[in-house]
């Protein structure tokens, strides 16, 4: 069966072209930052149509159209973007919202994040939410619901917060405040090193720098992501795992977490699962009729691949796939 990836190219085979790949880049972009325990900037634009739209991931399709509802964790993850949503909609500048996502939970979450937005003014009339993600891996379940019943002081739905995992789905709308919004919150939500990136200008100036990194793994990739949108899931696991490799010799690691797996541990459990099969059934075959298993001239003994260079060591034959850059051996 296919397990959930963090970074899931099929996921970026309909659409156009451009769309596609802006979005792909944008996912990118976003998981090396959270991988790598950064704060990602994440800003929703309120169109003159009513939509709401994130621009790096796609300007004319709704946020709400992003929501994933395929279990209860998820549902209430999406009730609570939508609060947001509708927050930028139907509240005044200067709103602040806040949204705990607990560590723990039904999907065993390895880290807690706090979510939090204020509603800007760009020009007369025009609204968007800046919006930061903040990673977590110190504070417990405890301590979220302690910091719950901070907002839910100034909160304009005072919420019932028996339960730690009740937050996930609620989201906390201040009204607006005098004085720096980040900088009040600040007091409330005891994060002082996302704070601090936040404060100087870090976050802002670390998305830019990974999306030029990103661009340019995506232009290595482009003639490989075109097959791959038409491909087979191996074609895209291939695709994922490249680009995967591309972030790393750039510093960047996709880590899976609590996002799903990676595409290079994926590829190379399935394929390894393929060619134990295979040589399995081999073993047995040649076992059944008391024969030696064939080493001969149909396979070889193999160091490293030809094409990446990666180690094998493994006698292999015509059809192997190198489960690192996705080349097949075409034999002797």
Known sequence: MERKLALDIDAYSSGSRKTAMEALGHDVARLAIESGGGV???NWHLKPDGKVVQLSLDPKRDVKNFFSRDNLTEKAESDAGMKIRESLVNEPIGTMMVWLSPRGGPLNYERAGVQVGVIREIEQGVKFIEQYVMVDRENDREEYLRIGERLNVFSKTEYNLSEVEELRSQVFIIEPRNGDPWQWLSRLIPLEKSWQS??????HSLLIEVEKEVRGVLDIVKGEWERARVGTWQDKLRLGAKIESLME????????GDCGGTNSVELSSMLDGFWSTVFSS???????????VNSGESSKFVKNCGKCGARINARISAGYICSNC???????
Do not use: Q, W
């Open 40 to 42: 990602n900037s994440v």
């Open 198 to 203: 936040i404060f100087n200008g870090e976050a």
């Open 249 to 256: 010799e750039r510093g960047r690691s996709l880590k899976g």
């Open 282 to 292: 081999v073993i047995k075959i040649n076992t059944d009729n008391n024969e030696p």
């Open 326 to 332: 996705g080349g097949v051996y075409g034999g002797c």
